[in-house]
């Protein structure tokens, strides 16, 4: 089964626009984290925000936004005022307790976003 | 911030040549280092954790003859793909993360091409 599921494998914005990025986990353990990270088309990994299973406040970081649902295990990402510098791929990953120790992350299969003007 | 500097950033390259690439945590001290593989349009896939000072743990179905894994200092960690083939050609990266349960630091990653 998957640990990590995201749906959307595009999205189009419009520049200014938000747009929501869709990501549902799966553990059985009481303990994890969440993490967003985007991949520009040079590569690299973009660390984005981050969210804590007992995190009771939903994360923000700027622009970004999680939506953490826990019950539903759903770690939507939220971008508000979309710019053209945030067209990219976006991962959602997940640490769960097990892999504290190793720090050993799980990625989804991404969401590749395209902000138009 | 912490900074994980990897190099080089593209290797194009013969088949049947051993190819080196390097991973450095620039400002921070990493016991522990990642390496992933990324197809186009792919998610990544993780190879292996590498650790410092003792063996690399290889994920189901990579092996680990094939990519040698060496750490052995706090801050550098190097993946040898051997005797490479053009199967072998993908994204390589890795990461590290300058204490325990925060967000990992990627480097750039590697572009390896094999002709």
């Known amino acids: 089964a998957q640990k990590i599921t995201q749906t959307q494998p595009g999205m189009f914005v419009q520049e200014k626009e938000a747009v929501t990025l869709d990501c549902t986990y799966d553990t059985s353990d009481q303990s994890y984290g969440l993490f967003w990270y985007k991949q520009p088309s040079s590569g690299e990994m973009i660390f984005l925000i981050y969210q804590g299973s007992y995190d009771e406040q939903n994360a923000t970081e700027g622009r970004y936004s999680l939506n953490f649902q826990k019950a539903r295990k759903s770690a939507n990402l939220v971008i508000s005022a979309s710019q053209l510098g945030d067209s990219a791929m976006y991962f959602c990953a997940m640490r769960e307790a097990r892999d504290y120790n190793t720090d050993k992350l799980i990625f989804g299969t991404g969401t590749r976003l395209q902000v138009f003007p | 911030g912490a900074v994980v500097s990897q190099h080089p950033s593209r290797v194009i390259c013969k088949s049947g040549t051993s190819v080196k690439i390097e991973c450095r945590s620039l400002?921070?001290?990493?016991?522990?280092m990642f390496w992933y593989r990324q197809f186009p349009k792919k998610s990544l896939m993780l190879m292996a954790t590498?650790?410092?000072?003792?063996?690399?743990?290889?994920e189901q179905g990579v092996e680990k003859d094939k990519f040698l894994i060496n750490h052995a200092s706090l801050t550098l960690s190097t993946l040898t793909v051997t005797s490479a083939h053009p199967e072998d050609s993908s994204f390589y990266i890795c990461?590290?993360?300058?204490?325990?349960?925060?967000?990992?630091?990627f480097g750039d990653g590697t572009r390896l091409s094999i002709l």
């Open positions: 400002d921070f001290q990493a016991t522990t």
């Open positions: 990461s590290a993360s300058d204490r325990l349960n925060q967000p990992q630091h």
């Open positions: 590498s650790n410092e000072g003792s063996k690399a743990t290889y």
